[in-house]
């Protein structure tokens, strides 16, 4: 049985498509049934007959390790020993088991329509994003790589549509990555708003089907898939867990973009490694200090809450925190809290429903099958505040937004984490400032280095003029 979603118009295509009217034309118009082609993707499924495709072995075998060739990452044997006699790979398992005894399937990637004017953005940049916005141009049409390096809140998905536009009108296929699901989900409607004639696919772990697109959002799981598929790939939060650590996540990125291609790395923390190459010149860097709204970036202010965990776990609520909520409570504007421990986190929503009973708000983790919606609750304004981990850190605007992050000295808050927690406040020109309160039982090097980090950025961003 011929499955799926989308006819791909060729003539091999009409050709399968008349050979099933002949035989059995009541039944395919009944059923509808219609061919997936996935340019640019390894498979475990063998096309139809008819279709272009490259066999390739999935597995390369040593004699003690197996290394997968979708994701390029080795196995022991004795780890991955299947009752048939074959291995399987489990590093890339969640996204169909890859074994030694089966095979992948490459469906060279086509050519691409020329597609001109394709950017329905109407605003305007400031004059250093414009600057970025050329670079980013020059980098998709010399095949290079570019590390975007700039402040939260810098208008960096904005100084993205000229390259993109101009990627599409030469015939390239272009995709944006995120380790982060949240972060491609915020990227989408935005994308399909600026580039409304283009059907736009989403892919994550949560998506819904795949359908052949010259312009694609997904998450770094799902660029294993691809392979030799992008002319332009762009990699938002580039330092973002998982993507980070995780040598098979990078090599979906290499895998997926074509020999002659351009990758453009976006984040507000770079890595020490990115930085490295940078040093090294095997990576170009431009910096962007500032937002766009000409404002400096917002400051934590340290507040020490004395056993704040202990209170918790104890059915208190510390009462440094009620004091800064009652705070945000007065100034009118809603408000994210920060928490290091899903427990601690919903212990904590228990004791303020108790206490803030004609307040609407609720808690969200990456556990949380309903976070998506949740956050799109937050950003209509149908909650006061909303209790948050880490989830939350990036790639998510909520406008005239402040913050607490409660234990900010927690380990899992790194100077990275707090730079981008930081970067959810003063994002919108209706509110450029907001207020950023760090609650902790003990300075961290971690809360000291972002503070400082975020004050560098503002020194720098007032010599070259780029804030009032």
Same mark, same amino acid.
């Given at each position: 049985?011929?499955?799926?979603v ?16 002949t ?12 061919i ?46 299947l ?19 089966g ?38 049409n010399?095949?290079s ?79 294993l ?8 790939l ?5 330092d973002?867990?998982?993507?980070v ?48 709204h ?24 510390? $009462?440094? !925190?009620? =004091? @800064?909520?009652? +705070? ?7 408000? &994210?809290?920060?928490?290091? /421990? ?7 929503? $228990?004791? !303020?429903? =108790? @206490?803030?009973? +004609? ?7 990456? &556990?949380?099958?309903?976070? /998506? ?16 981990t ?12 402040? /913050? ?26 209706k ?29 720098l961003?007032r010599r070259?003029g780029?804030?009032?």
């Amino acid at each position: 049985m011929v499955s799926s979603v989308i006819v791909h118009n060729t003539k091999e295509t009409e050709s399968m498509i008349n050979s099933l009217l002949t035989g059995a034309k009541e039944k395919f118009f009944k059923t509808a049934y219609f061919i997936i082609m996935e340019y640019g993707r390894r498979v475990l499924e063998k096309p139809a007959d008819d279709v272009n495709f490259i066999q390739m072995p999935s597995m390369i075998e040593g004699k003690d390790f197996i290394q997968c060739v979708r994701c390029e990452q080795y196995s022991k044997k004795c780890e991955v020993y299947l009752p048939s006699g074959a291995y399987f790979c489990p590093h890339c398992i969640e996204l169909g088991r890859v074994t030694s005894n089966g095979l992948l399937y490459f469906i060279p990637e086509k050519q691409r329509p020329l597609l001109s004017e394709t950017c329905r953005w109407q605003g305007t940049l400031t004059s250093a994003q414009s600057e970025i916005s050329e670079k980013i141009v020059r980098v998709i049409n010399h095949h290079s790589k570019l590390l975007v390096y700039a402040v939260t809140g810098a208008g960096k998905t904005e100084m993205l549509f000229r390259g993109i536009e101009a990627a599409l009108s030469q015939g390239k296929r272009v995709g944006i990555t995120s380790p982060r699901i949240d972060v491609c989900v915020e990227l989408y409607p935005r994308i399909c708003a600026v580039f409304p004639d283009i059907k736009v696919l989403l892919l994550h772990g949560e998506s819904g089907d795949y359908f052949d697109s010259t312009l694609v959002i997904c998450t770094t799981h799902q660029l294993l898939r691809f392979y030799q598929a992008f002319d332009v790939l762009i990699v938002d939060e580039v330092d973002a867990f998982p993507f980070v650590n995780e040598k098979v996540l990078h090599a979906g990125v290499k895998n997926a973009l074509k020999d002659k291609a351009a990758l453009i790395y976006l984040t507000a923390t770079p890595t020490n490694d990115l930085i490295r190459d940078v040093q090294k010149k095997r990576l170009e860097m431009v910096t962007l200090p500032a937002r766009f709204h000409k404002s400096k970036l917002v400051v934590p202010k340290f507040y020490w809450v004395n056993k704040w965990y202990q209170l918790i776990e104890n059915g208190k609520i510390p $009462k440094r !925190l009620l =004091k @800064v909520m009652t +705070e945000f409570f007065a100034d009118g504007f809603p408000f &994210l809290i920060f928490c290091p /421990v899903i427990e601690w986190m919903k212990t904590l929503t $228990k004791l !303020l429903k =108790k @206490v803030f009973l +004609e307040k609407s708000f609720t808690a969200v983790s990456a &556990l949380d099958k309903e976070r /998506v919606e949740k956050v799109q609750k937050m950003r209509d304004g149908h909650y006061d505040f909303l209790l948050t981990t880490n989830i939350l850190e990036r790639g998510v605007t909520f406008p005239k937004i402040s /913050v607490i992050v409660l234990g900010a000295n927690h380990r899992i808050f790194t100077k990275a984490a707090l730079i981008q927690i930081s970067g959810r406040v003063g994002r919108s020109r209706k509110r450029v400032d907001g207020k950023l309160y760090f609650l902790h039982d003990g300075k961290s090097q971690a809360m000291l280095a972002a503070r400082d980090e975020i004050k560098r950025m503002n020194c720098l961003a007032r010599r070259r003029g780029l804030i009032r």
